[in-house]
């Protein structure tokens, strides 16, 4: 069974960092691009950052995020990350992995378009609050 595990949401205060980890089980992440989406209350799903399958040599970042977020992916252990530093109340949301089947043209794309429908792999998503 295809799985994704997300980890690491918390409440934490303006200018500080987290680390969110999405661990793949049931099936090999290695050969899939993957993103963190996140959802805001009453607002849109938005992608957040985008990395593509084996080495990730490919990154797209939301202009918000830029020069704040790191996505990273460890092929070893099935296991995506998104560093997050300098946390802002406006990253409040819940963030969801996802690792698209199909339909996708570029990294960008995924994310920004974005290229990703409810029929992809996704994890159930763990929650970041950035409240003083």
């Known amino acids: 069974q295809v799985q994704f595990v997300e980890s690491g949401g918390d409440l934490v205060q303006p200018g500080e960092s987290l680390r969110l980890s999405c661990v793949a089980t049931g099936f090999d992440s290695e050969y899939y691009n993957m993103g963190w989406f996140r959802q805001a209350p009453g607002k849109a799903r938005e992608g957040v950052a985008c990395?593509?399958?084996?080495?990730?040599?490919?990154?797209y970042y939301r202009e918000s995020v830029k020069g704040r977020f790191t996505i990273s992916r460890d092929t070893a252990k099935n296991t995506a990350y998104l560093d997050m530093r300098n946390l802002e109340p406006e990253d409040t949301a819940v963030y969801y992995c996802v690792a698209p089947k199909t339909g996708i043209t570029t990294i960008r794309d995924m994310c920004a378009v974005p290229q990703v429908t409810d029929g992809d792999y996704w994890g159930q998503g763990t929650r970041v609050t950035v409240s003083s």
């Open positions: 990395i593509s399958a084996r080495d990730g040599a490919v990154t």
